[in-house]
């Protein structure tokens, strides 16, 4: 039996495509996993195993996969057959929503990839080596600063032209009638 113990752990979080590619992930557990092809080897089968089905929790090498799926990304939270299903639920759910509100709700393979950045400091903001920190996604989205826009490097293209002007246009109708 596993000592008394005070704060949730997980053992990793790993972000997959829709076709089982490692998009991102982070192993806190120094045991298992211990080298890429064994990360790989794992996420494969984790892979195959949730992407026939629809739930949500599966005990898989006896560690505990809790999984959300969305457009194109599987994010999986690992972590140990005893930990607390609701606590851990909370910690991924903070997590998907926090980054959701970071990227602007566009939670997609190619989003996350150009924000990896905020995705990997929300992370930290969520879960440090291995304990659940923070499950409020707005808390987690608040420590996570996105950086401010540079006027100098304002791109004006055709299309904001165009934009620009169907709304001179509206306004100019708008005040004739």
Do not use: C, W
């Not at 903070?94 to 992370?123: P, W």
């Not at 950086?147 to 169907?166: G, L, S």
Request: proline residues 1%.
């Amino acid at each position: 039996m596993v000592g008394e113990r005070n704060l949730y752990s997980v053992h990793g979080l790993v972000i997959l495509d829709s076709e089982g590619n490692r998009v991102m992930a982070k192993y806190y557990d120094k045991n298992q996993q211990t080298n890429l092809k064994e990360q790989r080897t794992f996420e494969k089968g984790l892979f195959d195993k949730t992407s026939k089905g629809n739930g949500d929790i599966i005990l898989y090498n006896d560690k505990l996969i809790l999984y959300k799926s969305m457009m194109d990304l599987i994010v999986y939270l690992i972590a140990p057959s005893e930990e607390n299903e609701l606590m851990l639920s909370s910690a991924l759910n903070g997590f998907i929503d926090g980054i959701s509100l970071l990227l602007r709700h566009q939670l997609e393979k190619t989003s996350v990839i150009e924000n990896l950045d905020m995705v990997l400091l929300a992370l930290d903001e969520s879960i440090d080596d291995g304990i659940i920190l923070e499950t409020d996604s707005n808390a987690i989205a608040s420590r996570v600063s996105r950086p401010k826009a540079d006027t100098n490097e304002i791109q004006i293209n055709e299309q904001t032209i165009m934009r620009a002007f169907d709304m001179v246009k509206d306004r100019v109708s708008k005040i004739q009638l």
